[in-house]
């Protein structure tokens, strides 16, 4: 309907929800509501454009009767029943879910409230709730809605006695004085704020007191002269409500321009509002002594802007560490606008004394007053001219206002009578000033000197004209009312104690913080400015709020208790857990040089703050059997390498050390944590989700591991080019120190040349001067290395300086994984094979794991494969070409090759490895197998010839593992151990048997 007019500056997405989770036994929990704050106040949630709506239910929830009479609904009037058969058509949401606003806001224990559930009732749906709306325009439609839902029910007449006046509007006839009227009903006065309205009782002037003159062709027709007559037209208050509700129009539409736009000129309203002037007088039956009790407030321009409310807590529900002050208590607004000056000194002699400051005007008038028991204003103000020898106007106005708002000021030493404009003391104040020295001075009146009674002193008889209608900071003290045709729909609080109720707070969504009440007059006027007022009669509210709430909504917020105190103690404790991730050298294994996890999160165990380190250590250590019962399955060892089985025991594994996953996959070692310390593990520094390292101190997978930073393994690749046709790959760890120290070492011994030979170039991904998707960079290392800064990945490449740069740029591409790129020949006919040589002994055990990458014919046999690999690599002269052999090696088995076959006919991968090993190859006649003893993982090979029979093949079986005894059979078996078929058809030959080449064969009883 306004479009952008009312949208909230800064407006979020509150879709999602921005409350932290923390983890407890892998299922989320959301950071509970917090408890209410010192100020036992709790706020309201933006719903993303909602402020307009918080600003006005903190208002509605703060006015103790409209409260009130929405907690005392009962369920059968809302139509609430526990049943889960009720009928929902016959509930009345809005009032239901005002309710349990209103009871959260009052007993639950939590800091923020939701209006999610009123904004449902409304029929809201979707981003309605995300869309700004005018406060004014909802404050009527909401209320509306109420009364609307409110029929039928104890609380049917509570918008109607609350907030709803009359308003006549009447039309006199200038020929024969006939008055023509109407009524309306009103929820909330319409102000109109210009630059020629700074003041909210001269714009009430403007509405109610002045007529506007019907003439010309804007005539009107009188039923009773049977003509168009000319006529006033004027509007009058007939009846005023309990809650008094102003709306400043602040926002116009500029006909010029065709431009909205918000009226901030200053625009000043008082504390104390007296409304009687503006009620018709022949139906004055409503109490129009207001005071303001809240202050809704827009900042931002037409087109967007944010709502919050001051608001004067009458029931003293919050708590406040402002002191309450005279100034607090009776507040005068007046001193915001109007400049101070200073009083003018009295010469006058009272009571025969000259006097040279000015003299309390309490005390003068009192003593005027005392010396008769009434006085008309007009009487007092020559009696005061005369006694001081200046008006009121020239001295004290403008420090105090008028007389007549001094005189309302003061309300526990003068009574003021509205009707008949008579002033007379209290009771208490006759002890007070009926002294002889007053007497004395009442009775020097008419003997004092009248040299000063000019007539420019005399006092104007417009400050009396009319009571209330002054300027700014009318009456600024709670007055009693005598005038007996006064009367109201509640009982006026005459006898209120001072301060009750005068504490304010100001309601921002969710912030709420106590202010001043003199910080309201800063709301008259700029960008943020008062939109909004809410005044309300001397009421008196009962403060057993409690005693109005349904036992079911009682007991609804007592289980909603229960449930934040569970919530919070679940939570307290997710925040004061530790997730940590435990990791063994059982989980971990060796790849391309670096120590790698099996199991990236390692072993979840879950632990407190105040534990201390020493227990975080002795559960591990308990536990550590249950973290390894169930080790990952083993392949049989088919090769000539051996390894060494890994054995943790508890009582050697007492370090716990940081560990971290690099971004190459690999571990590293932080700093140690201190075991042998009473430390509790906040103390040292564990947070939640970190990994530890549980080991002896000195050796990972045999390995010696340095810890710290500054040993953080750089993962190699390095690439060594023989030609174009031939290269080396060699993975390894490195520290930054010895990066490219090892670099040269290895590509030296790998080439069999000296390193000052040798060209080395380094991959550089992505630099600032690169886009990332831009091609890899190629640095020339020289021997300056100071200045190179590592990556965790690094890659280089190696050749002869005799080599051609372009050939070796072309064949030494990774692929986008990462990995070497195999590069083929131009010959269709040749073939990648991938081979390793166990038949070298390096000096480091890491150039044992170095892979050749050769482009072969594939038509070659296996024999001059050999030849070939041996020949390319200058391994002729060290290694007879007899006793070695080939051996293909994939994920699933190990085949040892026969020497006359070729490489086409093998089934291999660019993944599977042809081992060059120590050894004699089978003839054609012979194979191959493998043979796994009782209970063990190591395999022993063995030759057999084809033509053998299985009779013969088990007694040379069991003779080369010294076992005796008929309870043995041989069984075949996968690569993990597991027995398949038995080979118990001893009459049949190895090739019958279907036992081939690379079988595994297994004694078993």
Not at 210 to 219: L, V, Y
Not at 245 to 265: A, I
Not at 775 to 780: G, M, T, Y
Not at 830 to 847: A, F, G, P, S, W
């Amino acid at each position: 309907m306004f479009g952008e007019l009312f949208k909230e500056e800064n407006s979020f997405d509150n879709t999602t929800n921005n409350s932290t989770t923390t983890s407890i036994d892998g299922n989320p929990i959301d950071e509970p509501p917090k408890p209410r704050g010192p100020l036992k106040l709790v706020g309201f949630k933006n719903q993303g454009s909602t402020c307009y709506l918080n600003a006005l239910l903190q208002t509605l929830f703060l006015t103790p009767e409209f409260r009130d009479g929405i907690l005392q609904l009962t369920s059968d009037e809302l139509g609430y029943s526990m049943d889960a058969d009720s009928d929902p058509s016959n509930q009345r949401k809005i009032p239901y879910q005002l309710q349990l606003i209103f009871a959260r806001l009052l007993l639950l224990n939590q800091n923020t409230c939701s209006t999610e559930g009123l904004t449902e009732s409304f029929g809201w749906r979707n981003d309605e709730e995300l869309q700004q709306h005018d406060v004014q325009e909802l404050s009527r439609i909401f209320l509306d809605a109420i009364e609307a839902s409110l029929v039928g029910t104890s609380s049917e007449t509570l918008i109607q006695n609350l907030f709803k006046g009359k308003i006549v509007n009447q039309i006199v006839c200038d020929k024969c004085n006939r008055i023509s009227e109407r009524d309306e009903d009103f929820l909330d006065l319409t102000v109109s704020v210009t630059n020629n309205m700074k003041l909210l009782e001269n714009s009430f002037s403007n509405t109610f007191k002045h007529a506007e003159t019907m003439s010309g062709k804007n005539q009107y027709f009188c039923e009773q002269c049977n003509q168009l007559v000319d006529a006033k037209k004027r509007a009058k208050l007939k009846t005023l409500p309990p809650i008094l509700t102003l709306s400043l129009l602040r926002f116009n539409y500029h006909k010029e321009t065709f431009s909205r736009y918000k009226e901030t000129s200053p625009f000043a309203f008082p504390f104390h509002l007296d409304m009687t002037p503006y009620v018709n007088c022949r139906s004055i039956n409503s109490c129009g002594h207001y005071s303001l009790y809240s202050v809704i407030v827009h900042s931002g321009s037409a087109h967007r802007g944010h709502y919050q409310a001051h608001i004067r807590d009458v029931n003293k529900l919050g708590y406040s560490d402002i002191e309450l002050t005279n100034e607090e208590i009776f507040p005068d607004f007046s001193k915001f606008i109007q400049t101070s000056e200073t009083v003018p000194v009295i010469k006058n002699d009272i009571m025969n004394k000259k006097i040279s400051d000015p003299i309390n005007p309490e005390v003068i008038l009192a003593r005027i007053v005392a010396k008769h028991e009434s006085m008309r204003l007009d009487e007092l103000g020559q009696a005061l001219l005369k006694a001081t020898g200046s008006s009121w106007s020239k001295v004290y106005r403008k420090q105090y206002g008028t007389m007549a708002k001094f005189l309302r000021s003061n309300c526990e030493t003068f009574n003021l009578d509205v009707a008949t404009r008579t002033v007379s003391l209290c009771k208490s104040a006759h002890e007070k000033f009926l002294s002889d020295i007053a007497l004395k001075c009442a009775e020097n009146v008419e003997d004092i000197d009248k040299h000063s009674a000019d007539a420019s002193l005399l006092p104007n008889n417009s400050e009396y004209e009319d009571l209330t209608n002054s300027e700014l900071g009318n009456a600024m003290g709670c007055c009693k009312l005598v005038n007996p045709n006064s009367c109201c729909c509640y009982e006026i609080c005459s006898e209120e104690k001072p301060g009750t109720g005068m504490h304010w707070f100001n309601f921002n969504d969710e912030n709420i913080k106590t202010i001043s009440v003199n910080e309201i007059p800063k709301e008259f006027s700029g960008r943020k400015c008062a939109y909004m007022l809410f005044y309300r009669n001397d009421l008196s509210s009962s403060f057993e709020w409690f005693e109005k709430i349904p036992d079911f909504i009682k007991d609804m917020m007592n289980n909603e208790n229960i449930h934040l105190m569970e919530w919070r103690t679940k939570y307290d404790l997710a925040v004061n857990r530790l997730d940590l991730h435990i990791y063994t050298e059982e989980i971990l294994i060796m790849s391309n040089g670096l120590i790698k996890c099996v199991e990236l999160d390692g072993y979840l165990m879950s632990f407190y703050q105040h534990q201390q380190v020493s227990e975080l250590l002795s559960e591990i250590q308990y536990n550590l059997d249950r973290m390894i019962k169930k080790p990952k399955r083993k392949k049989l060892q088919l090769t000539k390498k051996t390894t060494k089985d890994i054995k943790i025991s508890p009582l050697e594994m007492t370090n716990l050390n940081i560990l971290k996953i690099l971004p190459h996959g690999g571990i590293h070692l932080y700093e140690s944590l201190p075991v042998g310390r009473e430390i509790a593990l906040k103390e040292a520094g564990i947070k939640n989700n970190s990994s530890l390292f549980l080991w002896n101190g000195k050796s990972v997978l045999n390995q010696t591991i340095q810890i710290g930073i500054e040993y953080e393994a750089i993962s190699v690749k390095l690439i060594c080019h023989y030609d174009r046709n031939s290269r080396c790959y060699l993975s390894f760890k490195a520290s930054q120190s010895e990066c490219l120290l090892l670099v040269r070492s290895y590509a030296s011994k790998l080439l069999n040349t000296s390193s000052n030979e040798i060209v080395f170039q380094r991959k550089i991904k992505g630099n600032e001067s690169h886009n990332e998707d831009a091609d890899d960079c190629i640095e020339v290392i020289d021997n300056d290395i100071s200045s190179i800064v590592y990556g965790y990945e690094e890659n280089f490449t190696a050749f002869c300086k005799g080599c051609q740069l372009q050939e070796v740029q072309r064949n030494s591409e990774l692929d986008e994984t990462g990995d070497f790129k195999n590069a083929l020949s131009d010959k269709c006919h040749n073939k990648t094979v991938h081979v390793q040589l166990e038949i070298i002994n390096y000096d480091n055990e890491i150039l044992q794991e170095s892979i050749y990458e050769l482009d072969i014919d594939e038509k070659m046999s296996i024999e001059a494969l050999k030849s070939f690999v041996l020949c390319k690599l200058n391994l002729q002269e060290i290694i007879n070409i007899e006793e070695c052999r080939f051996s293909l090696h994939s994920k699933q088995s190990v085949l040892c090759l026969y020497d006359s076959i070729t490489v086409s006919s093998l089934p291999f991968t660019n993944d599977d490895i042809f081992l060059l090993e120590r050894g004699k190859a089978p003839t054609n006649e012979q194979v191959l197998i493998f043979l796994k003893p009782p209970n063990e993982l190591k395999c022993i090979e063995l030759l057999l010839s084809k033509s053998s029979k299985i009779s013969e093949a088990f007694e040379r079986i069991l003779k080369e593992l010294n076992l005796n005894g008929d309870e043995w059979h041989l069984r075949k078996c996968n690569r993990y151990g597991d027995l398949t078929y038995l080979l118990d058809d001893n009459n049949k030959t190895i090739t019958e048997a279907k036992i081939s080449n690379g079988d595994i064969i297994a004694v078993s009883i």
